[in-house]
């Protein structure tokens, strides 16, 4: 538990009650020691009343009110800390036992906040009402309006509290982009998730979905589809599957994630998420209301005890569901192996972790081609080549390092650390090597015919997306007529497959040479080459329509940009010195 966040709680949701009963306490004191009195206040008021003597016992009735605060505010105080040692102990006595916290807390959050809602209307009086005294007797003149603000503030901040508890209610909807996969179209991949679920004893998803998204997982929630041509809503289990991370997976490693997913179908776990999410969410907008609500300091500051509350509500809660998580990842990471292998789980996990960080950069520089006219037929293909060519081998050593030694996950993250995992399926960390990373297995080409054509569609989708959130303004620029940077493309991608390898090495020194030539040079469309160079123009072509167009000085930049990347790996084969020659001998260089 987070001490900081306990002593908050404790110290807002007692610090009105205990301002107010310092102060009715001094005002009692000071009517005593002002009136010098040698009786107690209650005697002097029981004898005021044995003689009917009006005007004393009006007195004693004003005075009775400041005892009523001081009462009052004892009892509030022990009600706060009352309703927080309910919370912890509930929560350490049900510890990770989904049973009972799925007994017991649906039932105690409605109820602790109908308690912290009652708090904050006791504790706004007793602000308004130690504030009146304060005037009165300090100050000699009474305010109305700070009266009236903390007044209504009490009012709103109980109201918004009462008001929030129509989310625990509400169903889970998951947002997703992707398309459905047919059962009759794509019968490949239902059949292996149909055997996956029969060996593991678990239930069948109701639904596949495909998607750019570089993740994979299983939920029983509701999932609202925006799908290629409508939106769709999806009930029951759905399997969510990334047509990226499929290009690199191999069958085994995408056999053992599917595993591990569909795992949660097998331990009710996610019933157990659809019980327990909206309950989370539900104290997240609660807080959130109160954060926001509107007035100055008065009326704010008698919601902090019930936003301190709830805040550590929420706190304990996600240390719980923490917990509960974690072994629910560990017991899938078990299925995961036993249906595919230990090796397959770690390499696969290895590769989603490493090469799912690469989506939000290309998704960027998906947006800045858009905005210059320029439209990728296909981001999953884009992924591919990201990471076959933007990490090399010192990066991904480097990164299996940093992921491997870090054994403490983010306070937010259900999941386990890589580390974690592979301890507990007995993964020894030296064998995620950096070959094994690097293995391109195109498990989607096995499973799903289509593949390239619904990532087109998707892609597409993705295009229409980023253009409706407003980041990009469609261009009509051509993008196919012939240029100076096609032909250095061409001449680029030839040299580079001339050898019939795509060396990594090659590649990167292509492309950090070709951005410092020139400021349009884009990565993207020269690895698209790659995938067609039967219909790349022949060096000796290019070279011939260039001769016309360059001038001897631009002929030898590109002439030594050329050699610089036919000697990246090391080596000048055969294949590249005859392309060099033919360049220099019809472009008459004497380099």
């Known amino acids: ?303 902090l005890p019930a936003i301190a509350i709830l805040s550590l509500m929420y706190h304990m809660f996600a240390i719980n569901d923490l917990a509960i998580s974690r072994e629910r990842e560990f017991a899938a990471d078990r299925i995961g192996i036993h249906i595919g292998s230990k090796e397959g789980l770690a390499s696969g996990l290895g590769k989603v972790v490493i090469y799912s960080h690469l989506w939000e950069t290309i998704r960027q520089n998906n947006v800045n081609r858009l905005n210059d006219g320029k439209i990728s037929k296909n981001l999953s293909k884009v992924f591919q080549d990201s990471s076959t060519y933007d990490l090399s081998n010192e990066d991904l050593s480097d990164t299996i390092r940093i992921i491997l030694l870090s054994r403490i996950s983010h306070p937010t993250n259900t999941h386990p650390t890589l580390f974690e995992r592979f301890e507990n399926i007995n993964y020894h960390t030296e064998n995620l090597s950096i070959e094994v990373l690097t293995t391109i297995g195109a498990s989607i080409k096995e499973l799903i015919p289509e593949y390239e054509s619904i990532e087109e569609q998707l892609t597409m989708l993705e295009h229409k997306f980023m253009i409706n959130l407003g980041l990009v303004t469609p261009s009509e620029n051509n993008t196919n007529e012939f240029t100076v940077l096609n032909a250095i493309y061409y001449l680029v991608g030839s040299m580079i497959a001339s050898d019939g390898k795509i060396q990594q090495s090659e590649v990167s020194t292509a492309e950090n040479i070709g951005i410092d030539m020139f400021s349009e040079f884009d990565t993207i469309e020269l690895r698209a080459l790659f995938d067609h160079l039967d219909e790349v123009p022949k060096f000796t072509d290019t070279i011939q329509i260039l001769d016309e167009i360059l001038t001897i000085s631009q002929k030898e930049i590109i002439y030594k940009y050329l050699f610089a990347v036919a000697e990246a790996d090391g080596f000048l084969h055969k294949e590249e010195q005859t392309l060099l020659n033919s360049a220099k001998k019809m472009w008459k260089l004497s380099i």
């Open 1 to 303: 538990m987070n001490f900081i966040v306990l002593v908050k709680a404790v110290v807002y949701s007692v610090s009105i009650p205990v301002l107010a009963f310092w102060l009715s306490s001094s005002i009692l004191n000071n009517i005593i020691t002002t009136s010098g009195l040698s009786v107690s206040i209650s005697e002097l008021c029981t004898f005021a009343q044995s003689i009917n003597d009006n005007n004393l016992t009006e007195s004693c009735n004003e005075i009775s009110y400041i005892f009523i605060l001081k009462n009052v505010s004892i009892w509030t105080s022990l009600a706060g800390i009352g309703l927080i040692l309910t919370y912890i102990i509930s929560s350490k006595a049900t510890g990770t036992n989904r049973d009972a916290i799925s007994s017991i807390f649906p039932k105690l959050i409605p109820l602790s906040i109908f308690a912290i809602a009652g708090l904050v209307i006791v504790q706004g009086g007793i602000l308004v009402y130690s504030t009146y005294l304060f005037l009165v007797y300090y100050v000699g003149i009474v305010w109305l309006w700070p009266l009236v603000v903390v007044s209504i503030g009490a009012l709103l901040g109980a109201y918004a509290l009462v008001n929030t508890l129509s989310n625990f209610n509400e169903p889970l909807i998951h947002n997703e982009f992707g398309t459905v996969i047919s059962k009759t179209k794509t019968p490949q991949v239902w059949e292996m998730v149909r055997k996956i679920a029969k060996d593991i004893n678990a239930q069948v998803p109701n639904n596949i979905i495909l998607g750019l998204q570089p993740n994979f997982y299983a939920t029983a929630a509701n999932v609202a589809l925006i799908d290629l041509e409508k939106r769709q809503n999806l009930s029951g289990r759905t399997l969510y599957l990334s047509s990226p991370l499929m290009r690199i997976l191999t069958v085994q490693e995408l056999e053992s994630i599917i595993g591990h997913e569909i795992g949660h179908f097998s331990g009710a776990d996610t019933e157990y998420s659809l019980k327990f999410a909206p309950l989370h969410r539900g104290l997240g907008t609660s807080i959130e209301m109160l954060s926001n609500s509107t007035g100055n300091f008065l009326a704010k500051i008698v919601n």
